[in-house]
């Protein structure tokens, strides 16, 4: 099965840095990348994905790159804000394939400082 | 649409005690999972559902049952609660890998 991994488990960034997440996983054949971000006391939600034929996508202040030789996906957010902190959880497929469940990372917890 | 809902919201146990979280769906998935979340572990997956009248086993399944009777409804189980198993339990739904979360249930057993 799938083996995703984040580091490091924390982040401190200073308001309107740019912060950077990475994600490695182990299987070379999986083909869907996400990020969820999880508030305190909040649900995780989904806030971008990546599939393996593409190498990277943005939506507003965030974006996903994806390097499949190296294996790892990293989520970049860009002029950070208080409400940016929260808990970020990396996934992969278990096996490729549609409606396959993922195997999430631990999370990394984002703080950022006014 | 009120997407995936849970209940109870908040619950507190004595050891031994029994109970079942309740998770529904209103966007027709096939799919269902239920996970729970420690601080430090990240979602550990316990039970998923391919269907309905179907369940399979994830990454940390003893000590609970599931049951997907209907395809909205995604049911655990605790048969005989343990502190161990005081977490926060989350409920999901997918149609494709997106997958949906319930706003979760606070389980503390004492």
């Known amino acids: 099965g799938e083996n995703v991994e984040q580091h490091p488990s924390t982040l401190s960034v200073q308001e309107g840095d740019s912060a950077v997440i990475k994600c490695t996983y182990s299987?070379?054949?999986?083909?869907?990348f996400p990020w969820y971000k999880q508030e305190l006391g909040k649900r995780p939600q989904l806030i971008i994905d990546?599939?393996?034929?593409?190498g990277e996508k943005k939506d507003q202040r965030i974006a996903v790159t994806l390097n499949k030789t190296a294996k790892h996906f990293s989520l970049h957010i860009t002029e950070t804000q208080p409400e940016d902190s929260a808990v970020y959880f990396c996934?992969?497929?278990?096996?490729?394939?549609?409606?396959?469940?993922?195997?999430f990372g631990k999370g990394i917890t984002l703080s950022v400082r006014p | 649409n009120a997407g995936v809902t849970q209940t109870p919201k908040f619950r507190v146990l004595k050891t031994g005690q029994s109970m079942t979280l309740l998770c529904a769906q209103d966007?027709?998935?096939?799919?269902m999972y239920w996970y729970r979340q420690d601080p430090g572990m990240g979602l550990r997956l316990i039970h998923y559902?391919?269907?309905?009248?179907?369940?399979a086993k994830g990454e940390v399944p003893d000590g609970y049952n599931v049951s997907r009777l209907k395809k909205q409804n995604f049911l655990l189980g605790l048969e005989s609660a343990a502190p161990s198993q005081t977490s926060v339990y989350f409920c999901?739904?997918?149609?494709?890998?997106?997958?949906?979360f319930g706003p979760g249930t606070r389980l503390t057993v004492t």
């Open positions: 999901a739904s997918s149609y494709s890998y997106t997958q949906y």
């Open positions: 299987d070379s054949a999986s083909n869907y």
């Open positions: 990546i599939r393996s034929n593409v």
């Open positions: 996934a992969a497929p278990e096996t490729p394939g549609a409606n396959s469940k993922l195997t």
């Open positions: 966007m027709n998935h096939e799919y």
């Open positions: 559902s391919v269907g309905e009248g179907t369940t």
